[in-house]
């Protein structure tokens, strides 16, 4: 069953046409990549999958329901959550309180229960900070509760913005360049982090990566952008064997 | 015992402050600056939830101290008192200790209103640009009142000292003392259970990353909006406050000064630490009062002792904690929530 269906999706930055007439779809369930050179589109498309930016043309239809006009943290209710190519935590709240932010759809009470403190307020603030702990022990990084972000090392912090986006119990999940910056240890440590996500949660993945490794040993599809435009998509193998992937990556070599 | 020590010590701290000023051990002077303080410690952590926590740069608190100021004195003394512009008194004079209260959060409602009002155009810009709008809309305000006849214009609008005496009449005590202590208490308790609770650890995450914020579901026009609502309407009903404890207003006294005399005290108290902004209102307000004999020469001695502060710590006196994170032992002893 279709899960994200982009249809004829384009993209103009006054005249600059960073997205032009992409068409793609995901499926329940699937771990499927997306790549190209630098400066591709390859973000922007995520900008708009998560409501950062209105469509040009074209439409993304997410569950049947089309994202046209809709604010991106009305987006991320409908269950569409991402990480970002530079990590963007909260640096100056704790781990808990960013895993706890990012559940704020959801929050079940009004103003006025929380200036009176009602017995509904407590409990639906107890039950978040359950469920934030809950999903911190499951990805073993609850004893960094109480840290700041920014006190831990690069990779952990990746982790974290990984759980920050899955509290928020998406069926789509986007990581951008999850691997960008990471030593090639923590880059191993990566891709089974993503693997052991994809078989735990009820979700898709659609990720954005440079390093071949990571995609080529992830992704069960995979779609290749080069100004704007999808030039092929297909299984690893066969976009390893793709005359026009080559040609966008290493260039013609008719001069 | 944790639960009760912050409510016990403030019981005790308003019995005492009420009984020193009912034997008269404490003059009127110096009870006026210990309401002063408790009016800017409204001030000065309203302003600082949204200069502290949310990250804007509000420049134009007076106009909604002014707002409140206004409000509630022309509504208490058209309510309880024989006026010449309103006449007779609406209400009978005898209501006016049960009515104040009322009549004080109605002023805050009309500043949460007026900024509400600033808010929604002015909030698509961030930084400079909403300083200088914030400015504007002080400025606006004070022109409005002054072009408005009815309520005094320039010349100011008095009469709430009468409607205090009308409080007297119903029983004896320091009725300021009271009020100004428990809506400080009040507004105090509102901004510390809004930050404490998850919905406002958005105005947080807004700060750090708006972009980030609205991504992860965080509703940020909305919250910006409600965030500058609660701060403004604090505002007012701390204008409320000042107007029946001086007994006269004039649209003078809510100018860009006062704004900055609110800015002052969060940066003074450090960005985002109630405790910090509170400590700060009872210090500026004592300095502003020890160096009275200096008189013209005050304004030189302020602002480079507030200099000197700020060489040697930029980050105000508490930075961004609270004086829980620097004694955590105190945790033990009290809560407040």
Known sequence: MTLLQIKDLTQLFSGLCAVSELNLSIEKRELVGLIGPNGAGKTTVFNIASGFYQPSHGEIIFQGRNLAGLKPHQVSALGIARTFQNIRLWKEMSVLDNILVAQHFHLGYGLGSLFFRTPRYLKREREIRLKAMELLEIFKIDKFAEEKPGNLPYGMQRKVEIVRALSSGPKLLLLDEPAAGLQSTDVTELISLIEWVFEQFDLSIWMIEHQMKVVMSLCSRIGVIDFGRLIASGTPTEIQQSPEVIKAYLGDDQL | ?337
């Open chain 2, 1 to 337: 015992m944790k639960r009760f020590s912050v409510p016990i010590l403030l019981v005790v701290l308003l019995t005492t402050l009420m009984g020193l000023a009912w034997f008269e051990v404490i003059d009127l002077y110096i009870q006026t600056i210990i309401l002063f303080m408790g009016i800017n410690i409204i001030t000065s952590t309203s302003l600082n939830l949204v200069n502290g926590n949310m990250g804007e740069f509000s420049c134009g608190h007076a106009g909604f101290i002014a707002v409140g100021a206004y409000v509630s004195s022309v509504l208490s003394v058209a309510l309880f008192t024989k006026s010449r512009t309103f006449g007779a008194p609406l209400l009978p004079p005898e209501l006016a200790a049960y009515g104040f209260p009322l009549v004080l959060i109605i002023g805050g409602l009309a500043a949460a209103l007026t900024g509400l009002l600033v808010a929604l155009p002015s909030f698509r810009t961030r930084d400079d640009y909403l300083a200088i709008i914030t400015i504007a809309a002080n400025y606006i305000i004070i022109s409005t009142i002054i072009n408005i006849d009815k309520i005094g214009g320039a010349r100011g609008f008095m009469g709430m000292k009468r409607v205090i005496f009308a409080m007297e009449k119903c029983a004896e005590i320091p009725w300021m003392i009271l009020w100004v202590f428990l809506f400080m208490v009040l507004s105090v308790l509102i901004i510390r259970r809004y930050m404490s609770s998850t919905y406002g650890k958005g105005v947080e995450a807004i700060r750090q990353d708006e972009v980030a914020a609205e991504i992860m579901s965080v509703n940020t026009n909305r919250i910006k909006l409600v965030t500058f609502m609660i701060s403004s309407g604090l505002a007012g009903i701390a204008g409320g406050l000042y107007a029946h404890t001086i007994g006269y207003v004039n649209p003078k006294s809510f100018d860009l000064l006062k704004s900055t005399e609110a800015l002052v005290m969060v940066y003074l108290g450090g960005m985002g630490s109630i405790s910090g902004s509170i400590i700060a209102a009872v210090v500026f307000t004592l300095m502003l009062e020890l160096l009275r004999p200096l008189q013209i020469i005050k304004w030189v001695a302020i602002p480079l002792l507030l200099i000197i502060i700020m060489q040697f710590r930029p980050e105000g006196i508490m930075g961004n904690r609270e004086l829980s994170d620097i004694f955590p032992r105190l945790k033990k002893f009290y809560k407040f929530k």
